[in-house]
Nanobody, 120 residues
């Protein structure tokens, strides 16, 4: 199993920046991708950004050009630099990882979530 611990959430004014970090421990050799989802009150959880082991990235259209995901594979960490924050970015942000168990078997692991609040 993989355990994920997030840090870095908080309260910021619109236009400000925050940096989220997530550290993985456990059977980290199974990690094939790491990234971030978020869930705002009354809304479904949505993908924010993900980075695969290959280095390729995916971003939600709403954060392109403002958020940057990065990974340190040696330390099994993933970071999310969030700039030009907007009130609509307010949500609980969850670190996640996709784990490869072989034989076409994949599982997801999730962090506990960290609150990001952007005031107008």
């Amino acid at each position: 199993q993989v355990q994920l611990v997030e840090s870095g959430g908080g309260l910021v004014q619109a236009g400000g920046s925050l940096r989220l970090s997530c550290a993985a421990s456990g059977t980290t050799f199974r990690i094939s991708a790491m990234g971030w989802y978020r869930q705002a009150p009354g809304k479904q959880r949505e993908l924010v950004a993900t980075m695969h082991n290959s280095g390729s990235t995916d971003y939600a259209d709403s954060v392109k050009g403002r958020f940057t995901i990065s990974r340190d594979n040696a330390k099994n960490t993933v970071n999310l630099q969030m700039n030009s924050l907007k009130p609509e970015d307010t949500a609980v942000y969850y670190c996640y990882t996709k784990l490869n168990y072989g034989m076409n078997t994949w599982r997801d692991a999730w962090g506990q979530g960290t609150q990001v609040t952007v005031s107008s």
